[in-house]
């Protein structure tokens, strides 16, 4: 099971996530990091943890500002692998977020247009570079769900799948940040058990290493981690040794 760190990026800071109150998020304070710069930010994940996959959620672009483009190159040039939230809607922006050299674009349900708009970005391109991210808060959907025949999490991720998507990421937006764990483990659990061809990804309030093995016993292929590295509750021997 892979450790993704997350790089939540507002205002050119990387700061801390609390329960997706966006107009709360303040600049990090981190053990493993002096400077709230995302490359700096990065660098440490890179250098310090020796972790390659990292998570970008540009805030300013999921609320309807440009992409980071900037940013998105010079965390690249770190030799990572990225995966960024730029609050894509449709096929048009999801290419021009694809074209910086990304290993994956998120494809967040917060700000997609729907099923169909979907479709066509995992046509485009592949869906090996895609990935869909269930939105949830406090276990409800969140974005234009009148676009999706039904509107729970369940059928959302079957009309996803359904549309080409091979890799999932389960994200409640409530437990960010606040330690207590992620709370989707049943939903994550019934889609594991039934798609098992299909990457799952969770993430939004892992604690611990004990969190970290629970997860990886339901079949979770990877884990969205913030505050725990940042606050050293999570050491890279928890991780290695599963």
Known sequence: MRVIPVLDLKDGEVVRGVAGRRQEYRPIRSRLSDSSRPVDVAGAFRERL??????????????GEPPAFKT??????????????????????????????????????????????????????????VLFSLDLKNGQPLGALSAWPQPDPHSIAQEAIARGVRRLLVLDLQRVGVGSGIGTEELCSHLISRYPDVELIAGGGVRDAADLRRLKDLGIAGVLVASALHDGRLKPGDWLSL
Do not use: M
Request: a negative charge.
């Open 72 to 129: 998105y190159g010079e965390i690249l040039a770190l030799d990572v692998r990225l995966w960024v939230d730029a609050g894509v809607r449709e096929l048009s922006r999801a290419a021009l977020v694809a074209a910086t050299g990304l290993d994956t674009v998120v494809i967040g349900l917060e700000t997609l247009a729907g099923p169909e708009e979907l479709a066509a970005i995992v046509k485009e391109l592949e869906a090996r570079h």
């Open 50 to 63: 020796n972790l390659r996959d990292l998570y970008l959620a540009d805030l300013n672009a999921i609320a």
